[in-house]
């Protein structure tokens, strides 16, 4: 039988997986993170947060750019990071790129009594999307409204809208959970109360409304709201691993605040072990054939015991 977890007893999460696996990852250098890169795994470093940004930001503008009429293409981009944003509105402004044919899918959600939340909610996800990158491009390059696409609870629209354009990348930050998006753990219940779901059966999930690990709920009190619990709702809707394997590429960034340096090293190791197990969602990702991790160097951080 599995360990419960340490800090939810009643949810899965990466505290039940084998201690070995656990310290493997704890163990692990800088130097051996870059040497994990596999056949459809990159690992990338950059050494300041000026070019990690940047380069987070143009793989928005080099997926638009492909865009034609013919061949409309877009981006599924997350909050968390938000601070590749501006950087892409300011770059659309600059270099003057029309974004008519290009489309933009929103990762996920906030829900509140079956409802996704509106973008007067403070922490709504459409909300800084727009304030922070669609509503700075001048109106003769914006994109027009019906090709962004932001996740709703009934999630028809949303899952319809992958037909209409091909996704280049998608990217997204890693929560304190190892989820991509809020794919979390599931609860340990039910049919899964004594192992996590099959990643078979996980990889089927679609865009969906989700109950949120405890982990991501103090994870985005601390992150966006100075540790506010409170403030922070239990559901969320969020595209789902369906979604995930029709993006090209998938591509994740750990600028080393949004997880620990033992979360950014844990994923890495185990998807470059082939270690795939829903208690660790990110570790499905093994499977897709494009997947890069992107790391701030000075954000690595190291796993030693430092008492403050």
Request: aromatic letters at 10%; a negative charge; one cysteine or more.
């Given at each position: 039988?599995?360990?419960?977890?340490?800090?939810?007893?009643?949810?899965?999460?990466?505290?039940?997986?084998?201690?070995?696996?656990?310290?493997?990852?704890?163990?692990?250098?800088?130097?051996?993170?870059?040497?994990?890169?596999?056949?459809?795994?990159?690992?990338?470093?950059?050494?300041?947060?000026?070019?990690?940004?940047?380069?987070?930001?143009?793989?928005?503008?080099?997926?638009?750019?492909?865009?034609?009429?013919?061949?409309?293409?877009?981006?599924?981009?997350?909050?968390?990071?938000?601070?590749?944003?501006?950087?892409?509105?300011?770059?659309?402004?600059?270099?003057?790129?029309?974004?008519?044919?290009?489309?933009?899918?929103?990762?996920?959600?906030?829900?509140?009594?079956?409802?996704?939340?509106?973008?007067?909610?403070?922490?709504?996800?459409?909300?800084?999307?727009?304030?922070?990158?669609?509503?700075?491009?001048?109106?003769?390059?914006?994109?027009?409204?019906?090709?962004?696409?932001?996740?709703?609870?009934?999630?028809?629209?949303?899952?319809?809208?992958?037909e209409q354009a091909r996704c280049v990348v998608m990217q997204g930050?890693?929560?304190?959970?190892?989820?991509?998006?809020?794919?979390?753990?599931?609860?340990?219940?039910?049919?899964?109360?004594?192992?996590?779901?099959?990643?078979?059966?996980?990889?089927?999930?679609?865009?969906?409304?989700?109950?949120?690990?405890?982990?991501?709920?103090?994870?985005?009190?601390?992150?966006?709201?100075?540790?506010?619990?409170?403030?922070?709702?239990?559901?969320?809707?969020?595209?789902?691993?369906?979604?995930?394997?029709?993006?090209?590429?998938?591509?994740?960034?750990?600028?080393?605040?949004?997880?620990?340096?033992?979360?950014?090293?844990?994923?890495?190791?185990?998807?470059?072990?082939?270690?795939?197990?829903?208690?660790?969602?990110?570790?499905?990702?093994?499977?897709?054939?494009?997947?890069?991790?992107?790391?701030?160097?000075?954000?690595?951080?190291?796993?030693?015991?430092?008492?403050?």
């Amino acid at each position: 039988m599995r360990s419960l977890s340490k800090v939810a007893p009643d949810w899965w999460d990466y505290t039940t997986l084998d201690r070995a696996i656990l310290d493997d990852a704890a163990r692990l250098t800088a130097d051996d993170l870059l040497g994990l890169s596999l056949e459809g795994f990159a690992v990338k470093f950059y050494d300041t947060i000026e070019e990690f940004y940047l380069a987070e930001a143009l793989e928005y503008v080099t997926a638009w750019l492909q865009a034609t009429e013919e061949a409309p293409a877009g981006v599924c981009g997350p909050i968390g990071p938000t601070e590749q944003l501006p950087l892409v509105a300011r770059l659309v402004n600059e270099l003057e790129i029309p974004l008519r044919h290009c489309h933009f899918w929103g990762m996920d959600e906030w829900v509140i009594d079956g409802k996704e939340v509106s973008t007067d909610f403070p922490l709504s996800f459409a909300r800084a999307d727009m304030e922070l990158c669609f509503n700075r491009i001048r109106p003769k390059l914006a994109m027009p409204p019906e090709n962004i696409h932001f996740p709703t609870a009934d999630g028809v629209a949303y899952r319809a809208s992958w037909e209409q354009a091909r996704c280049v990348v998608m990217q997204g930050g890693q929560g304190e959970v190892k989820h991509w998006a809020f794919n979390d753990p599931p609860r340990r219940e039910g049919a899964y109360a004594d192992n996590p779901p099959p990643p078979s059966a996980y990889r089927k999930l679609a865009t969906r409304v989700v109950d949120l690990h405890p982990i991501t709920l103090i994870q985005n009190a601390r992150t966006s709201g100075g540790g506010t619990v409170q403030n922070v709702p239990s559901q969320a809707v969020t595209v789902g691993p369906v979604e995930t394997w029709k993006a090209e590429k998938v591509s994740i960034w750990h600028p080393g605040f949004h997880d620990n340096p033992f979360g950014i090293r844990l994923t890495a190791l185990m998807i470059s072990q082939h270690i795939v197990d829903t208690s660790v969602p990110m570790s499905l990702l093994v499977n897709h054939p494009n997947v890069q991790f992107n790391y701030l160097r000075s954000g690595i951080g190291v796993c030693d015991v430092e008492m403050h």
